[in-house]
């Protein structure tokens, strides 16, 4: 309870009406000080929800003017309480280990329902991830039971133990339904001091703890929803919510008698004393009706039974069963026949569903006879409930410069407040990149994007985290998480290391060819795109490579038929020689990484007869003796060779040409001699100046021409 007699200012905005109070705590009870009822003068709730801000503030500020004129005090704080149609309630239970030699506080005990709750919040955000707009605001809790060292106790407070527990029900209302009436409260300078739901509020004044001992339900009718608390065991064990209420009734009288709004709410209102008389009242096209109140009613029975089975048929919900008694309050609690009907739903007597008054209400003292009611029974309990959890608020935080109220439960963290200004949990961490994907030569790669980085947060210009824990007025900077860039790759991205080669002594880099979507690419620069199928060709065949490297012009071998020992032969006479890492290679050879290429061109491109012999009549070479001339090799054959071209004798230097016809012969030969090896090698037969004798030594001794030759002679000759 509030100390030092300060003054409790109580707001119940409801759908009909809004009720204004300010109570003090006297030492025989809750003095009320003044209180101001004043309806709304168009639509500007509907089922609890504010629908029309600067309407529902215009009243709000009469009401806060006439209490401040009448006090001759400036209201700056206030406490409410709201209802809605999504409310939701969680059950969590939380634990604490307890200082064996002390006694438990109030204020420990607090701090466990406190950090209960915010589990309760943590539990539903978790379950509501998937829909991050749907932000729920706790708008109060009920403890259902205590414990202390695993045994239920009744009360904490001065106990000593080990560890303490707790279970509670916390209800909670989309921001939606939250953030109007603060906006409402801002617009006309209020500070929140307390917020609850109207059922705890309403359960605060009528049941007090004993009576919770029983199981009853509490049902607070007013004009656009029926809220529902269920009490068992001593605590309250549940919420809920019926979305309809005293304006289906209206609505209901409005239809059948054809009347507007306005006229069939003043029809209701006198249906509860006037059953058995007869009432007057006109109809929106003139006509004048006098009808006896219970037949009015028996005109709208099936939507006052409609609303006693919704009532009923929550209760049983979340009872599991029947209770051992209703209590109804609200404006809408005085509908003709709906205690019994709802009686009758439960399949309770009678007597078991009653309508409780304001006046009933305990420790209440200078309440007005005119608000005996039960409409105003919840704005006593948002009085109470407030003077009972002064600490439950709001604290003023600023996320980028923007005022944010954050529901006090404890120790409140960076994450609590960006997701109260609207930030999502998408904007705290940053998506990877896309990737792409390509085909290449039929094989699938794939380039991811890269990591998004996460949010820059920052409380009174200090770096901080989403745990850090915020004090009143914190200032929250926040620059929000920035995805990954998408995936990219070149074309230079897909190739294989070069392969290098040497031809002539000069390294050079096989080449390949590479086709995109079925188009060459020649650079391999370019930029490549999510889907795109590559194709690489390595370009090693070396006579395609050799006209790349302009190292060979293939037009230039000659290709031409002849009739050689009276069979077709087609020639292909290539103008230079291949040797590949010491081997004989032709143009249709491939190259590999390392080969070593000696490219060798001929003297004016001769075609000659030796070389066709070489190459397609490929004598035995067994049969050739090898000799050293002045230390070269030089190769001699042992075959005598009887060479036709077009039928005349020719020599193995003689050129060929399309369709010669050659005919070539071995017969065997005489051992070779001396002379011989003259036109295999490279020497003058004319003696030098100043020079006139040939010397010739063969294995170290004077030689003729004549000499015969073997394998493995030594010959010199020189000029003296």
Same mark, same amino acid.
């Given at each position: 309870?509030?100390?030092?007699?300060?003054?409790?200012?109580?707001?119940?905005?409801?759908?009909?009406?809004?009720?204004?109070?300010?109570?003090?705590?006297?030492?025989?009870?809750?003095?009320?000080?003044?209180?101001?009822?004043?309806?709304?003068?168009?639509?500007?709730?509907?089922?609890?929800?504010?629908?029309?801000?600067?309407?529902?503030?215009?009243?709000?500020?009469?009401?806060?003017?006439?209490?401040?004129?009448?006090?001759?005090?400036?209201?700056?704080?206030?406490?409410?309480?709201?209802?809605?149609?999504?409310?939701?309630?969680?059950?969590?239970?939380?634990?604490?280990?307890?200082?064996?030699?002390?006694?438990?506080?109030?204020?420990?005990?607090?701090?466990?329902?406190?950090?209960?709750?915010?589990?309760?919040?943590?539990?539903?955000?978790?379950?509501?991830?998937?829909?991050?707009?749907?932000?729920?605001?706790?708008?109060?809790?009920?403890?259902?039971?205590?414990?202390?060292?695993?045994?239920?106790?009744?009360?904490?407070?001065?106990?000593?133990?080990?560890?303490?527990?707790?279970?509670?029900?916390?209800?909670?209302?989309?921001?939606?339904?939250?953030?109007?009436?603060?906006?409402?409260?801002?617009?006309?300078?209020?500070?929140?001091?307390?917020?609850?739901?109207?059922?705890?509020?309403?359960?605060?004044?009528?049941?007090?703890?004993?009576?919770?001992?029983?199981?009853?339900?509490?049902?607070?009718?007013?004009?656009?929803?029926?809220?529902?608390?269920?009490?068992?065991?001593?605590?309250?064990?549940?919420?809920?919510?019926?979305?309809?209420?005293?304006?289906?009734?209206?609505?209901?009288?409005?239809?059948?008698?054809?009347?507007?709004?306005?006229?069939?709410?003043?029809?209701?209102?006198?249906?509860?004393?006037?059953?058995?008389?007869?009432?007057?009242?006109?109809?929106?096209?003139?006509?004048?009706?006098?009808?006896?109140?219970?037949?009015?009613?028996?005109?709208?029975?099936?939507?006052?039974?409609?609303?006693?089975?919704?009532?009923?048929?929550?209760?049983?919900?979340?009872?599991?069963?029947?209770?051992?008694?209703?209590?109804?309050?609200?404006?809408?609690?005085?509908?003709?026949?709906?205690?019994?009907?709802?009686?009758?739903?439960?399949?309770?007597?009678?007597?078991?569903?009653?309508?409780?008054?304001?006046?009933?209400?305990?420790?209440?003292?200078?309440?007005?006879?005119?608000?005996?009611?039960?409409?105003?029974?919840?704005?006593?309990?948002?009085?109470?409930?407030?003077?009972?959890?002064?600490?439950?608020?709001?604290?003023?935080?600023?996320?980028?410069?923007?005022?944010?109220?954050?529901?006090?439960?404890?120790?409140?963290?960076?994450?609590?407040?960006?997701?109260?200004?609207?930030?999502?949990?998408?904007?705290?961490?940053?998506?990877?990149?896309?990737?792409?994907?390509?085909?290449?030569?039929?094989?699938?790669?794939?380039?991811?994007?890269?990591?998004?980085?996460?949010?820059?947060?920052?409380?009174?210009?200090?770096?901080?985290?989403?745990?850090?824990?915020?004090?009143?007025?914190?200032?929250?900077?926040?620059?929000?998480?920035?995805?990954?860039?998408?995936?990219?790759?070149?074309?230079?991205?897909?190739?294989?290391?070069?392969?290098?080669?040497?031809?002539?002594?000069?390294?050079?880099?096989?080449?390949?060819?590479?086709?995109?979507?079925?188009?060459?690419?020649?650079?391999?620069?370019?930029?490549?795109?999510?889907?795109?199928?590559?194709?690489?060709?390595?370009?090693?065949?070396?006579?395609?490579?050799?006209?790349?490297?302009?190292?060979?012009?293939?037009?230039?071998?000659?290709?031409?038929?002849?009739?050689?020992?009276?069979?077709?032969?087609?020639?292909?006479?290539?103008?230079? $020689?291949?040797?590949? &890492? %010491?081997? #004989?290679?032709? @143009?249709? *050879?491939?190259? +590999?990484?390392? =080969?070593?290429?000696?490219?060798?061109?001929?003297?004016?491109?001769?075609?000659?007869?030796?070389?066709?012999?070489?190459?397609?009549?490929?004598?035995?070479?067994?049969?050739?003796?090898?000799?050293?001339?002045?230390?070269?090799?030089?190769?001699?054959?042992?075959?005598?060779? $009887?060479?036709?071209? &077009? %039928?005349? #004798?020719?020599? @193995?230097? *003689?050129?060929? +040409?399309?369709? =010669?016809?050659?005919?070539?012969?071995?017969?065997?030969?005489?051992?070779?001699?001396?002379?011989?090896?003259?036109?295999?090698?490279?020497?003058?037969?004319?003696?030098?100046?100043?020079?006139?004798?040939?010397?010739?030594?063969?294995?170290?001794?004077?030689?003729?021409?004549?000499?015969?030759?073997?394998? %493995?002679?030594?010959?010199?000759?020189?000029?003296?």
């Amino acid at each position: 309870m509030m100390a030092n007699n300060k003054e409790t200012f109580a707001l119940d905005i409801g759908t009909r009406s809004i009720v204004g109070l300010l109570a003090e705590e006297g030492e025989n009870g809750v003095v009320i000080k003044e209180i101001i009822n004043k309806e709304h003068i168009n639509r500007a709730m509907l089922d609890g929800q504010i629908h029309n801000i600067p309407e529902v503030s215009k009243l709000v500020n009469e009401i806060k003017k006439e209490l401040e004129s009448k006090t001759g005090k400036r209201l700056k704080k206030v406490a409410v309480a709201a209802a809605g149609r999504t409310l939701v309630t969680v059950k969590a239970s939380e634990t604490i280990i307890l200082n064996n030699n002390e006694p438990i506080k109030k204020e420990d005990v607090l701090n466990l329902e406190l950090k209960c709750a915010q589990k309760a919040q943590g539990m539903l955000m978790k379950e509501k991830q998937n829909n991050q707009n749907n932000h729920y605001y706790c708008v109060g809790y009920s403890v259902t039971k205590y414990y202390l060292d695993g045994s239920t106790i009744g009360s904490l407070i001065s106990q000593k133990g080990s560890k303490a527990g707790l279970d509670i029900v916390a209800a909670f209302l989309p921001k939606v339904v939250m953030e109007s009436i603060q906006e409402v409260l801002k617009d006309n300078k209020l500070q929140l001091a307390n917020i609850t739901l109207e059922p705890i509020a309403a359960i605060s004044a009528i049941l007090p703890d004993s009576m919770r001992k029983l199981n009853l339900a509490l049902v607070d009718i007013g004009a656009g929803t029926s809220d529902i608390a269920i009490s068992s065991q001593g605590s309250v064990i549940g919420y809920g919510m019926v979305p309809i209420a005293g304006d289906e009734i209206t609505e209901a009288l409005c239809e059948k008698y054809i009347l507007d709004f306005s006229e069939g709410e003043k029809l209701k209102r006198k249906l509860y004393c006037n059953l058995d008389n007869y009432i007057e009242f006109c109809d929106i096209l003139g006509f004048e009706h006098s009808e006896k109140g219970l037949d009015i009613v028996d005109n709208i029975s099936d939507e006052i039974k409609m609303l006693a089975e919704k009532i009923a048929s929550e209760i049983l919900s979340i009872n599991g069963g029947p209770p051992q008694a209703v209590i109804l309050i609200g404006g809408g609690s005085l509908t003709p026949l709906l205690p019994e009907y709802i009686a009758e739903k439960l399949n309770l007597p009678k007597q078991r569903v009653a309508v409780q008054r304001a006046s009933s209400v305990k420790d209440i003292i200078n309440l007005p006879p005119d608000f005996h009611g039960p409409e105003i029974v919840t704005p006593l309990g948002i009085a109470l409930t407030a003077m009972k959890n002064s600490n439950l608020g709001f604290i003023p935080v600023k996320v980028n410069e923007r005022e944010v109220n954050l529901l006090n439960l404890g120790e409140n963290s960076v994450f609590d407040a960006l997701l109260a200004a609207g930030v999502t949990v998408g904007q705290m961490y940053g998506k990877p990149g896309r990737g792409i994907t390509v085909e290449v030569n039929g094989k699938v790669k794939t380039f991811p994007g890269t990591l998004g980085q996460k949010a820059k947060i920052t409380v009174n210009n200090r770096e901080a985290g989403l745990d850090t824990v915020l004090k009143p007025r914190d200032k929250i900077t926040y620059t929000p998480a920035q995805d990954g860039q998408p995936g990219k790759a070149k074309v230079k991205d897909i190739l294989s290391p070069v392969s290098w080669v040497t031809i002539n002594g000069e390294k050079k880099e096989i080449p390949v060819e590479i086709t995109v979507n079925g188009k060459v690419c020649n650079d391999i620069g370019a930029q490549l795109y999510d889907g795109d199928k590559i194709f690489i060709r390595e370009i090693n065949q070396l006579g395609e490579v050799l006209e790349l490297w302009k190292k060979a012009d293939l037009t230039k071998i000659v290709n031409f038929v002849l009739i050689i020992n009276g069979k077709k032969q087609k020639v292909t006479y290539c103008p230079f $020689e291949i040797i590949q &890492n %010491g081997n #004989p290679a032709t @143009i249709y *050879d491939r190259l +590999k990484a390392g =080969d070593n290429i000696d490219l060798i061109w001929k003297e004016n491109n001769p075609c000659t007869v030796e070389l066709i012999i070489e190459k397609y009549l490929k004598p035995d070479k067994n049969l050739d003796i090898k000799v050293m001339v002045n230390d070269d090799t030089v190769n001699l054959s042992t075959m005598n060779l $009887e060479l036709f071209i &077009n %039928g005349k #004798p020719g020599r @193995i230097d *003689d050129l060929v +040409k399309e369709n =010669d016809v050659l005919e070539i012969n071995y017969r065997e030969k005489k051992q070779p001699i001396l002379v011989d090896i003259f036109p295999k090698i490279n020497f003058s037969t004319n003696p030098p100046p100043g020079h006139s004798n040939l010397k010739i030594t063969l294995n170290n001794q004077p030689a003729e021409f004549t000499s015969p030759l073997k394998d %493995g002679d030594i010959i010199k000759l020189l000029w003296i």
